[in-house]
């Protein structure tokens, strides 16, 4: 069967399962939008290339399959270089697809061309410069099992548009073959003998778990791993959800924003079992005063990641669900674990989470009216205040994505997470703006679940006109945005280090006016200004099941983010609460 270029790298994407792409077509890609008409796969129109990155991220975390994103050359293709980049920090599968001017006119400047491949080499963990149609099945194999094995990430395939006009004689092929890429498919037995020697004399373990959690899919394993041993679990900014936070033993996120046990309990360890982390700056703070006491049991698919920050005692080079599967059985056949020996550290990480809560100042009457709004007083909404209601009015299994930012870190720090994929950020980057698209993309992803995004008001205007995509794709997408006027991280920055000088991070909380912009794009807007205002708006949004629901929360711009490690220093010095002044409560007028 003779089909042409284009017609080849659709098919193969269905040969792939690809379901859905998220794309903007454009001179170079043209080729490949008309056999798109044909295909059964679902094309969703954005409105700005880096929200298609986003949208088949947010996809990829929820779903766990691959998202696929599809540009045009030149800009097309360097606006998608922010989500590859974040989608290699944060090991999310993802298959883009770049136009490309035809083989002919490459590196003559020609109209629309860039270096793609160069460009993406160092934020894809491979890609692809197609030059013979003939090679796309092949190609198209390759990119899916390199994205969706070993350590998944981001892979780029750049298409020229003569090879999308070009024929070939089409067929499937039955494999792969690459040499040059192994992933470990089994753990050392010798290194898990000794891994579960230290763990059953450990009288301080903590286990350490990341994102390789959720990405080997091995969440049931992890509990069943706990039961047995009766350690605690800290789960990190990217691997919450993989274990539930309800279950006793849960200590929650450790790191620059995590609770005060769960980063203690890491400095006081003898033991850290580290599953799919990475030693992120974040968690481990100052490195050399980082956990001092514990021996380290480090887990992980990439070899690259075993002893990059923190040397390990037994390193463990395998898929987290088969190590820890592996484990599991060694410990077992050790006999009855006799759980007594972790009664007084388990007494202690009670006792510290008694004494040191996530906590904020309540309710009070509080500030001044918003910039330009006069002098009425209001009452002050509390951002984590929203959170907490927010948790509490929807179902279990509600799939909560963030931006980044202070909005990000109380998301994390008062929502209760219960199962795997139900938590959608930007971890290692760090994106602004991606809370709107990926949120869309989770929900044409998991249809079936309410999804809900927490963005900040910084965050919410560098792409929120993916909010015409849901409407317009009827994709309903809840967002809540924390509007406290500022770019709230940095200025939280600039009162504890920069002597409360705010230097260009006032945005105003009515310009844009949130609720216009949301009427605008066909989705319902709503206001809140006042706590007993939060119920029922929530309620009200969680109705509405036909369009886009935009909430503007008018929170308080004094608040801050504690508990907090101040850059460079040792988890030791966290900082635990500060009370809310109103020293520079006129910060608005």
Same mark, same amino acid.
């Given at each position: 069967?003779?089909? &042409?270029?284009?017609?080849?790298?659709?098919?193969?994407?269905?040969?792939?399962?690809? @379901?859905?792409?998220?794309?903007?077509?454009?001179?170079?890609?043209?080729?490949?939008?008309?056999?798109?008409?044909?295909?059964?796969?679902?094309?969703?129109?954005?409105?700005?290339?880096? +929200?298609?990155?986003?949208?088949?991220?947010?996809?990829?975390?929820?779903?766990?399959?691959?998202?696929?994103?599809?540009?045009?050359?030149?800009? /097309?293709?360097?606006?998608?270089?922010? =989500?590859?980049?974040?989608?290699?920090?944060?090991?999310?599968?993802?298959?883009?697809?770049?136009?490309?001017?035809?083989?002919?006119?490459?590196?003559?400047?020609?109209?629309?061309?860039?270096?793609?491949?160069?460009? &993406?080499?160092?934020?894809?963990?491979?890609?692809?410069?197609?030059?013979?149609?003939?090679?796309?099945?092949?190609? *198209?194999?390759?990119?899916?099992?390199?994205?969706?094995?070993?350590?998944?990430?981001?892979?780029?395939?750049?298409?020229?548009?003569?090879?999308?006009?070009?024929?070939?004689?089409?067929?499937? =092929?039955?494999?792969?073959?690459?040499?040059?890429?192994?992933?470990?498919?089994?753990?050392?037995?010798?290194?898990?003998?000794?891994?579960?020697?230290?763990?059953?004399?450990?009288?301080?373990?903590?286990?350490?778990?990341?994102?390789?959690?959720? #990405?080997?899919?091995?969440?049931?394993?992890?509990?069943?791993?706990?039961?047995? &041993?009766?350690?605690? *679990?800290?789960?990190?900014?990217?691997?919450?959800?993989?274990?539930?936070?309800?279950?006793?033993?849960?200590?929650?996120?450790?790191?620059?924003?995590?609770?005060?046990?769960?980063?203690?309990?890491?400095?006081?360890?003898?033991?850290?079992?580290?599953?799919?982390?990475?030693?992120?700056?974040?968690?481990? /703070?100052?490195?050399?005063?980082?956990?001092?006491?514990? #021996?380290?049991?480090?887990?992980?698919?990439?070899?690259?990641?075993?002893?990059?920050? $923190?040397?390990?005692?037994?390193?463990?080079?395998?898929?987290?669900?088969?190590?820890?599967?592996?484990?599991?059985?060694?410990?077992?056949?050790?006999?009855?674990?006799?759980?007594?020996?972790?009664?007084?550290?388990?007494?202690?990480?009670? $006792?510290?989470?008694?004494?040191?809560?996530?906590?904020?100042?309540?309710?009070?009457?509080?500030?001044?009216?918003?910039?330009?709004?006069?002098?009425? $007083?209001?009452?002050?909404?509390?951002?984590?205040? *929203?959170?907490?209601?927010?948790?509490?009015?929807?179902?279990?299994?509600?799939?909560?994505?963030? +931006?980044?930012?202070?909005?990000?870190?109380?998301?994390?720090?008062?929502?209760?997470?219960?199962?795997?994929?139900?938590?959608? %950020?930007?971890?290692?980057?760090?994106?602004?703006?991606?809370?709107?698209?990926?949120?869309?993309?989770?929900?044409?992803?998991?249809?079936?679940?309410?999804?809900?995004?927490?963005? /900040?008001?910084?965050?919410?205007?560098?792409?929120?006109?993916?909010?015409?995509?849901?409407?317009?794709?009827?994709?309903?997408?809840?967002?809540?945005?924390?509007? %406290?006027?500022?770019?709230?991280?940095?200025?939280?920055?600039?009162?504890?280090?920069?002597? @409360?000088?705010?230097?260009?991070?006032?945005?105003? =909380?009515?310009?844009?006016?949130?609720?216009?912009?949301?009427?605008?794009?066909?989705?319902?807007?709503?206001?809140?200004?006042?706590?007993?205002?939060?119920?029922?708006?929530?309620?009200?949004?969680?109705?509405?099941?036909?369009?886009? *629901?935009?909430?503007?929360?008018?929170?308080?711009?004094?608040?801050?983010?504690?508990?907090?490690?101040?850059?460079?220093?040792?988890?030791?010095?966290?900082?635990?609460?500060?009370?809310?002044?109103?020293?520079?409560?006129?910060?608005?007028?």
């Amino acid at each position: 069967m003779e089909l &042409t270029g284009a017609q080849a790298l659709v098919k193969s994407l269905e040969m792939e399962g690809v @379901e859905v792409i998220f794309g903007l077509p454009g001179g170079a890609i043209l080729p490949v939008y008309d056999p798109i008409l044909d295909s059964p796969i679902r094309h969703i129109l954005v409105r700005h290339e880096q +929200g298609a990155g986003h949208m088949a991220e947010g996809y990829a975390q929820a779903t766990g399959r691959p998202g696929v994103a599809m540009v045009t050359s030149g800009p /097309g293709a360097t606006n998608v270089v922010t =989500p590859l980049a974040d989608a290699y920090m944060d090991s999310i599968p993802l298959v883009c697809v770049s136009g490309q001017v035809a083989t002919s006119a490459i590196g003559t400047d020609a109209f629309q061309e860039s270096d793609t491949t160069g460009i &993406t080499l160092g934020v894809t963990k491979h890609n692809w410069l197609v030059t013979d149609a003939a090679d796309i099945p092949q190609v *198209v194999r390759e990119a899916f099992h390199i994205a969706t094995t070993g350590r998944p990430g981001p892979v780029l395939i750049d298409f020229p548009k003569d090879v999308a006009n070009s024929t070939m004689e089409w067929y499937w =092929p039955d494999g792969v073959d690459l040499p040059g890429y192994q992933p470990p498919s089994h753990a050392d037995p010798a290194a898990i003998r000794a891994a579960a020697a230290l763990v059953l004399a450990a009288e301080r373990p903590v286990i350490y778990a990341g994102g390789g959690i959720l #990405k080997s899919r091995a969440s049931e394993v992890l509990r069943e791993l706990v039961d047995l &041993t009766g350690i605690p *679990v800290v789960t990190t900014l990217m691997a919450r959800g993989a274990f539930p936070d309800s279950h006793p033993l849960s200590l929650g996120m450790p790191g620059m924003h995590g609770n005060f046990t769960a980063v203690t309990s890491m400095q006081k360890a003898d033991l850290l079992l580290a599953l799919g982390s990475r030693f992120d700056d974040r968690v481990t /703070g100052k490195v050399s005063a980082f956990a001092p006491g514990a #021996k380290v049991v480090h887990v992980d698919i990439d070899k690259a990641e075993i002893g990059k920050v $923190r040397r390990p005692e037994v390193g463990i080079l395998a898929d987290c669900r088969l190590a820890i599967e592996a484990l599991v059985e060694e410990i077992r056949a050790f006999g009855p674990i006799d759980h007594s020996r972790l009664a007084p550290w388990i007494a202690t990480l009670r $006792r510290w989470q008694a004494e040191f809560p996530c906590t904020y100042d309540r309710h009070e009457p509080a500030s001044t009216g918003s910039a330009g709004s006069g002098a009425s $007083r209001r009452p002050t909404l509390k951002p984590q205040f *929203v959170i907490e209601t927010l948790r509490a009015l929807t179902p279990p299994d509600t799939i909560l994505v963030s +931006g980044v930012g202070q909005h990000q870190m109380w998301a994390s720090q008062y929502w209760s997470f219960e199962y795997p994929n139900t938590w959608v %950020n930007s971890g290692g980057l760090g994106t602004m703006g991606f809370a709107v698209p990926a949120a869309i993309g989770a929900k044409v992803g998991r249809p079936d679940r309410m999804v809900w995004a927490v963005d /900040g008001d910084g965050c919410f205007q560098m792409t929120a006109q993916e909010l015409a995509t849901a409407t317009a794709e009827r994709i309903p997408v809840k967002i809540a945005i924390l509007n %406290n006027a500022y770019l709230g991280m940095v200025r939280q920055w600039q009162h504890m280090f920069y002597e @409360e000088r705010y230097s260009e991070v006032y945005l105003s =909380p009515d310009l844009p006016d949130y609720v216009g912009w949301a009427e605008s794009m066909g989705c319902i807007g709503l206001r809140v200004e006042s706590p007993e205002e939060v119920t029922p708006a929530i309620e009200k949004a969680n109705e509405i099941d036909d369009r886009p *629901v935009v909430i503007d929360f008018r929170t308080d711009s004094m608040e801050q983010v504690f508990p907090m490690v101040p850059a460079g220093a040792s988890n030791d010095d966290i900082v635990v609460y500060q009370s809310q002044g109103t020293s520079d409560a006129e910060a608005l007028q």
